[in-house]
């Protein structure tokens, strides 16, 4: 009878195999009992409070209103929140983004315009986006410069 002695794996290897043990689990196939999945930055970088709110970068929590939480929780393919300047769209817009970015879904933050979008969504959403969780090399669009170094 051989011994089998476990193969070292690379860091890469191992990437490949959560990735592939996180695709089973997540397609409700039964993983055997002594596996363990290693905590993802998903399971442990997303800031949210109580409520499942993301704060905004200098701390302020999220209050919504409740036509906005309607808008936030909406399953719907489309969705809108119309109200006019300072009726917290762009805000209700960032929570509903990262959360869908949170659970691995796509989707767009829209304005009709660039100029608007700008100088004033981009301005508000930057401002609760958790950029520790972003793509390392995205992270300068954090600078106020970035948005107005675009012409």
């Known amino acids: 009878m051989a011994i089998v002695t476990p193969k070292t794996i690379s860091v890469e290897e191992k990437r490949e195999l959560a990735v592939a043990l996180a695709e089973m689990k997540a397609r409700g196939i039964k993983l055997p009992e002594n596996i363990e999945l290693p905590r993802t930055r998903n399971e442990v970088g997303w800031r949210t409070d109580e409520n499942g709110y993301f704060p905004r970068s200098d701390g302020k929590p999220f209050q919504p209103r409740e036509e906005i939480e ?40 829209m304005n009709p315009d660039f100029e608007n979008f700008r100088t004033s969504t981009w301005i508000e959403l930057r401002q609760w986006i958790p950029w520790h969780m972003v793509v390392p090399k995205h992270r300068y669009r954090r600078s106020e410069s970035w948005a107005f170094s675009i012409h």
């Not at 929140?81 to 796509?106: E, Y």
């Open 70 to 109: 309607a808008f936030i929780n909406s399953t719907a393919r489309f969705s809108l929140l119309r109200s006019g300047r300072g009726g917290s769209k762009t805000v209700s817009g960032a929570q509903k983004a990262l959360r869908k970015i949170k659970a691995g879904l796509s989707g767009a933050v």
